[in-house]
């Protein structure tokens, strides 16, 4: 999943840093947007029956959250 978000991000994507801890993936990176680069950190964890998403989006990124999560959740459900 990692390797298709970073394709499809291109450069709108810098900083990245990531590990695995058991059965969830921490990651944080600058994404662009047209309010500047924003500091995003989220965390994966694999259940045997879901995929539980936890992110701190900046301040001025909460105006995009719902445009945000509906993104993700739409790539998930067509990769998975």
């Known amino acids: 999943m ?7 991000a291109g450069n709108k994507i810098s900083e990245l840093h990531y590990y ?3 059965h969830s993936l921490f ?7 047209p309010v500047g680069s924003l ?3 989220v965390t994966f964890e694999v259940t045997p029956k879901d995929i539980i998403i936890e992110s701190k989006l900046p301040l001025r990124a909460r105006v ?4 945000i999560r509906a993104e993700v959740e739409r790539e998930l459900d067509k990769h998975l």
Not at 2 to 8: G, H, R, T, V
Not at 27 to 33: C, G, M, T, V
């Open 2 to 8: 990692l390797p298709i978000f970073l394709s499809q």
């Open 39 to 41: 500091p995003i950190k």
């Open 27 to 33: 990651a944080s990176f600058r994404a662009a947007s």
């Open 64 to 67: 995009m959250e719902g445009r």
């Open 20 to 22: 695995w801890e058991g």
